[in-house]
């Protein structure tokens, strides 16, 4: 079993920056993919980035060139580095996690936090 923890969420105005993390549970992490969902008020939930066990990356289009998602092996942590904030990004963010790749494409990881709130003013 995994323990997924988010912190870092928080307000931040237009344009600012925000360091979201990931602390997870037990020995398995060197064998999961790791990601960052985030969910705006009247919205479905939205895929913004994953790392894989390869360290591979992906990001939704929407914050393509802003966010960078990196993890430490060591640390049994994942990080979402936010840049050039928009209202647009104020969202619930959720970390995830699974052993394979394609559930995350299709928001089936095996793996949750509770989110944490970023706030994006303009």
């Known amino acids: 079993q995994v323990q997924l923890v988010e912190s870092g969420g928080g307000l931040v105005q237009a344009g600012g920056s925000l360091t979201l993390s990931c602390a997870a549970s037990?020995?398995?992490?060197?064998?999961?993919?790791m990601a960052w969902y985030r969910r705006a008020p009247g919205k479905q939930r939205e895929l913004v980035a994953t790392?894989?066990?390869?360290?591979?990356?992906y990001y939704a289009d929407s914050v393509k060139g802003r966010f960078t998602i990196s993890r430490d092996n060591a640390k049994n942590m994942v990080y979402l580095q936010m840049n050039s904030l928009k209202p647009d990004d104020t969202a619930a963010y959720y970390c995830?996690?699974?052993?394979?790749?394609?559930?995350?494409?299709?928001?089936?990881?095996?793996?949750w936090g509770q989110g944490t709130q970023v706030t994006v003013s303009s």
């Open positions: 995830a996690a699974t052993p394979v790749y394609g559930r995350l494409v299709n928001e089936g990881a095996d793996y």
């Open positions: 790392i894989a066990m390869s360290r591979g990356t």
């Open positions: 037990g020995s398995m992490f060197r064998s999961l993919h």
